[in-house]
């Protein structure tokens, strides 16, 4: 009995695990949706606290994307942040021998994601992950981060604006030329989803049952590329067979163009539909 007793403080101090601040606005917290200790940063003003306080964060919309997913696939997280999909896409992967490739730009968050991730075990096994920009072209972007919005960190148009540093990009063709299959793609890059569609152009052909998940935010597309938001809706739609749907915390929706040149930011389901004489 003395010993059973000895082990339940410790039991107790491991289900109610504080978060611990390791200084220079770095915390440790234990995220039991993942299972995991994550990294963060402490000026977050979006995530962090949720995920501290043991909250999460979408939930519908992570459950949405992990239900569609088979345990052998290869998932793509662009737009990785701390880790929240890459972690929750991992777990569901791991068992059947999945991987994810997890891609951040950003080298601070990149720097925690890589903590994070080496404390799980299985960077390198289940999780490769990538510090690079994705756009349609390889080279060298501005990118610009927030820390007080760590979810709004983005590539600049303009090269002189302070704050921003000098990242390495190049498309997700070359990123993933040698991969012999791709499932599943979430891409949330704060304005430059049309750019890294427009690198996705060999991957989609060896790949034409992928999925992909994009944001899609009509002003800010505007606001921060060249890019023309109708053209590039136009280019989802027919992938997706003239079908375009939404992922909401209601499930997935059938949306149209007009509302998502007009309406709110949204995550735009894209799946190639089944021909008829296909299995």
Not at 17 to 37: H, M, R, S, T, W
Not at 86 to 114: C, D, Y
Request: glycine share 8%; proline share 5%.
């Amino acid at each position: 009995m003395s010993i059973v007793l000895s082990l339940l403080p410790v039991v107790v101090l491991a289900q109610t695990k504080e978060p611990f601040y390791l200084g220079d606005y770095k915390i440790n917290c234990f995220v039991p949706q993942v299972n995991a200790d994550m990294y963060l940063d402490t000026r977050d003003q979006g995530i962090v606290g949720h995920l501290c306080r043991g909250r999460g964060w979408e939930p519908e919309i992570t459950n949405g994307m992990l239900n569609a997913l088979q345990p052998s696939w290869t998932v793509v997280d662009v737009g990785a942040n701390f880790g929240w999909h890459t972690l929750h896409f991992a777990n569901k992967l791991r068992p059947g021998g999945g991987k994810v490739i997890s891609v951040e730009a950003s080298p601070r968050t990149h720097s925690l994601l890589q903590t994070t991730l080496e404390n799980t075990g299985m960077l390198g096994n289940t999780i490769r992950l990538h510090n690079i920009a994705i756009s349609d072209r390889p080279g060298t972007v501005a990118f610009s981060s927030t820390p007080d919005r760590a979810l709004n960190n983005h590539i600049v148009a303009n090269n002189n604006e302070a704050g921003s540093v000098q990242v390495q990009a190049k498309p997700l063709d070359a990123l993933l030329a040698d991969e012999p299959r791709v499932d599943f793609i979430k891409i949330d890059v704060e304005g430059f989803e049309a750019k890294a569609w427009r690198g996705l152009n060999r991957t989609l052909a060896k790949n034409p049952r992928c999925i992909l998940v994009i944001e899609c935010n009509t002003a800010r597309m505007r606001a921060r590329t060249d890019m023309d938001p109708a053209a590039f809706y136009a280019e989802l739609s027919w992938r997706a067979g003239g079908k375009l749907q939404a992922l909401t915390d209601g499930g997935i929706q059938p949306i149209t163009i007009d509302a998502l040149l007009n309406g709110p930011e949204v995550l735009v389901w894209v799946q190639r539909r089944r021909a008829r004489h296909e299995a």
